[in-house]
């Protein structure tokens, strides 16, 4: 539900007031925000809520403070004898339960900007509007710190045009709020599906190891999936998608790498359900801002997204999309198991799959068997294109002789994320190495803003020919690296052996992670 508050300055010498309209699990943590952005305050000061009346009754000695706030000695005595909440954990519709309830908020005790806010409304919200937004405002808050000056009468509060400053109020909110007013159907959709999720508990009927696969109606990629739980200890869903996803389930299933080594190439996406302190200040924020709810131990949803070569983050939009298709096809095959659906071994070489078709207008999911082979190595088998300039490849061939010498070539992730800006999702910088396998000697190293793809290895490893004025009689490198260089292998006649036993860069490497102080 949304609610209407009429928020008031009082003492300033003429009326001064904001209409807001915000839904009924903001916080009152986001309240405070929201009123720092509508009055044009600062957040500089300290401020706090105070109960007159809930549920159309008055109370005393119930305040309202964060968990943070460092200055409890402040308090005065009869302040610190009141009931006390925190602004983190309680919402609006907690204590403006009928019209007329009020509470007050102060901002600055020097000051002392005294703000009334008295629930109006309580209306269903409409659709295309985004919350919080202002309905109404009359003229303008005095600045900060400028209480003696009011006094004064050096100050001047009024503004005659309301539209326009609902339209700047409005606007300030839009920026403050940008990321929780983006997609709110998805989002509530997520969460929604997300508590069916749990209330189900599919953990009962799946194994930890059986996998099954989903085809994205829009996309047309697999989401290859798996339901957590049956170990109890963590209980969600994990999706992997597409190629890379299927390639980091098998090398995790099969313990073939280690665990970073598996994140930096990992795209998937993780659902679990943890208990409410686990979350993060804004994973709890975020929940609280939609009409879903959630209560009990292991019951809080986690939405984790993994990306090659970036840090885990929240997910986006679309990848909530892919949530709710994997969740939702989790739950048809819950009902189909119960029911005597045997699901055949991902891991013996088969998958039912959920495969989208369209039927009157709408799409359905029909369960097919897959060979999971063909799907292995269906990347791996995919032509790889030159990525090199023909002129480049000529020059190279001209001015490049073989020398004697064993390298070995690789471009690995190092564990060292980079985050220019805090809204930004850390990324992993690419380090390019070469290494005498005979000598033991580092000869070419380079470190890349970008992430490992085919024309960056390339292109890396013409960098490391022209470099030593060379192409040596032997290349070492892994798998990966091999199929990314391939077209090079037939243009420049390489000799290459795939090996994971690059000993030179792997003792550097270890070296350097090692070195690498903890976050």
């Known amino acids: 539900m949304i609610y209407e508050l009429k928020i008031v300055l009082k003492d300033v010498g003429l009326p001064v007031y904001r209409d807001i309209q915000l839904d009924g699990q903001t916080t009152f943590e986001e309240l405070h925000e929201i009123i720092q952005v509508a009055f044009e305050w ?46 983190e954990e309680e919402n609006i519709a907690g204590w403006f339960q009928v019209v007329g309830d009020q509470i007050n908020y102060v901002y600055d005790y020097g000051d002392d900007w005294q703000h009334e806010i008295t629930l109006t409304k309580i209306i269903q919200p409409k659709e295309g509007d985004s919350y919080p937004r202002c309905i109404n405002a009359k003229n303008i808050a005095p600045p900060e710190d400028s209480r003696g000056e009011l006094l004064a009468g050096d100050i001047n509060l009024e503004f005659a045009d309301s539209k326009k400053l609902v339209e700047k109020v409005n606007n300030d909110l839009e920026v403050v709020f940008a990321d929780e007013a983006i997609y709110p159907d998805i989002w509530e959709e997520v969460l929604k599906t997300a508590k069916e999720f749990h209330r189900q508990k599919p953990w009962k009927n799946f194994r930890d190891d059986e996998v099954f696969t989903i085809v994205d109606p829009v996309t047309k990629e697999n989401l290859f999936c798996s339901v957590l739980g049956a170990g109890e200890e963590t209980f969600g869903l994990a999706v992997y998608i597409g190629q890379a996803g ?63 070569g970036y840090n885990p983050w929240e997910i986006d939009a679309e990848e909530a999309r892919l949530l709710i298709v994997a969740m939702s096809q989790t739950l048809e095959f819950l009902k189909e198991i119960k029911s005597g659906l045997e699901l055949p071994g991902f891991f013996e070489g088969s998958s039912i799959v959920k495969v989208p078709c369209e039927q009157a207008g709408n799409i359905i999911f029909q369960n097919e068997i897959w060979d999971i082979e063909r799907l292995i190595h269906k990347q791996t088998d995919s032509q790889v294109e030159l990525e090199i300039s023909e002129l480049s490849i000529k020059r190279l061939k001209k001015n490049t002789e073989r020398i004697k010498a064993e390298i070995e070539f690789n471009l690995q992730y190092v564990d060292l994320p980079v985050q220019e800006d805090p809204n930004e999702r850390p990324r992993f910088p690419v380090l390019s190495i070469a290494a005498d396998h005979t000598q033991g000697m580092v000869i070419y190293q380079d470190l890349l803003d970008t ?69």
């Open 451 to 519: 992430t490992i793809e085919n024309k960056t290895a390339q292109q890396q490893l013409v960098n490391l020919f022209q470099t030593i004025e060379g192409i040596p009689d032997l290349l070492y490198m892994n798998e990966q690296t091999f199929h990314q260089i391939e077209p090079l292998v037939d243009e420049l006649n390489l000799s290459v052996e795939i090996t994971q036993e690059l000993t030179i860069i792997n003792e550097l490497v270890n070296g350097l992670h090692n070195s690498i102080p903890p976050f």
């Open 246 to 308: 299927l390639q980091s389930l098998i090398e995790t299933a099969t313990g073939g790498r280690d665990s970073f080594s598996i994140m930096l190439k990992q795209r998937s996406l993780l659902l679990s359900f943890e208990d409410r302190e686990d979350l993060a200040r804004n994973e709890y924020k975020f929940i609280k801002s939609f009409n879903t709810n959630f209560r009990g131990k292991k019951a809080w949803p986690l939405f984790i997204s993994y990306v090659p």
């Open 42 to 87: 600062s957040a500089s000061h300290l401020f706090g809520f105070f109960v007159a009346r809930t549920n159309g009754k008055e109370v005393k000695r119930i305040r309202m403070t964060s968990k943070d706030d460092p200055n409890e000695s402040f308090w005065s005595p009869s302040i610190k004898q009141s009931s006390t909440y925190y602004i």
